[in-house]
């Protein structure tokens, strides 16, 4: 019964993508959020800053699924051409993923904190360098690989009505405060109601009701047998944190190695930003302070390449992005953070 109650737990987030899915398709094609677009593109005067400046919004919005909320924002200025828009799916998790790093509201930060006795500045002084690695590989995506051609603004030349704009960001506005209200925490229904409502009043203010031809069913199937699968792995988690805790405190020979490369594989099974956060306090706990960036460095890598982790799925529905592009991309910089890691053990 418990697994589920775990399953329906996971499923509550397909309402979610349902109304998003749709709220995408009609922002995108009737440009009702272009107005804060074209203000930025005429002060900017360049595409990629414009993707820059949004990336940025979308990737400090203190909500869970940012990822969610960030795509539809880039979907309206990508390029209909699939090699461009395949661009941005990498855009969107790069920019939503650096939050894991420093965010005292999420449990990567705040669960190690407390386990540990780390005040904020103190547990800072282990994330900086992979912050700043993490800001720098998303920065040095979006301005060596898109191009301004790889973005189009819809109606970029038009005068900006206050009207439009009030109309178009007003509920998008309304929805960050919604999650940030704590409400869906408390009732994760909310979420079932608020977002196919949120994709009815985008439908009246555009006229068009035609749903059907902003869904994606083989996309929402897969979903279901992702999230379920999700529900799935989580069962491992107890087994995985007595194996890990035992580990940690006996320290057998290579203890250090088989943590690392369980924990990684945890991590990469569950693809859940809490789970890979108890992993990590639980290591460091046993191991030490010394060890704590190594084992951060090592749960998110497994945690950002995870098949159950959902940002993955959201690039994949709105810009086309292969899985085999995120790998091809998120290997580098995982690379670049398990090399910070490495040098802190040698220190």
Known sequence: MELIGSIWEKWLFLPYLFGIM???????NYGV???????????????????????????????????????????????????????????????????????????????????????????MGYTLVPLLITLAFAGTFIFAYVKETDVEIVDAARKISWNRLLKGWGPIIATMVFLLSGITEENPYMYSVWFPALAAYYSFICNDWNWKKYINWQFLGLAVVVL????????????????????????????????????????????????????????????????????LVVEYSGYIISPMHKCLMIGQQYFGTPIRKYYSILIWLILALLGWGAITLAF
């Open 22 to 28: 749709i709220v995408g398709g009609l922002v995108k």
């Open 33 to 123: 959020l272009n107005e804060v677009f074209v203000a930025l593109r005429n002060t900017f005067k360049s595409n990629r800053l414009v993707v820059a400046a949004t990336a940025l919004a979308g990737g400090v919005l203190p909500i869970e699924g940012r990822v969610v909320m960030s795509a539809p924002l880039l979907d309206s200025i990508a390029s209909d051409k699939a090699q461009s828009r395949s661009k941005f799916g990498i855009v969107d998790y790069l920019s939503t993923h650096h939050y894991y790093w420093w965010s005292p509201l999420e449990k990567t930060v705040a669960l190690p904190m407390a386990a540990l006795g780390l005040s904020y500045t103190q547990f």
């Open 228 to 295: 379920t699968l999700s529900a799935v792995m989580s069962e491992i988690k107890e087994p995985v944190m007595q194996y890990l805790e035992g580990i940690s405190t006996v320290k057998v020979p290579g203890a250090l190695y088989i943590a690392s490369v369980v924990g990684f594989l945890a991590s990469f099974a569950m693809g859940s930003s809490g789970k890979y956060a108890g992993i990590v306090a639980l290591l460091a706990k046993g191991f030490g302070l010394p060890y704590l960036t190594w084992f």
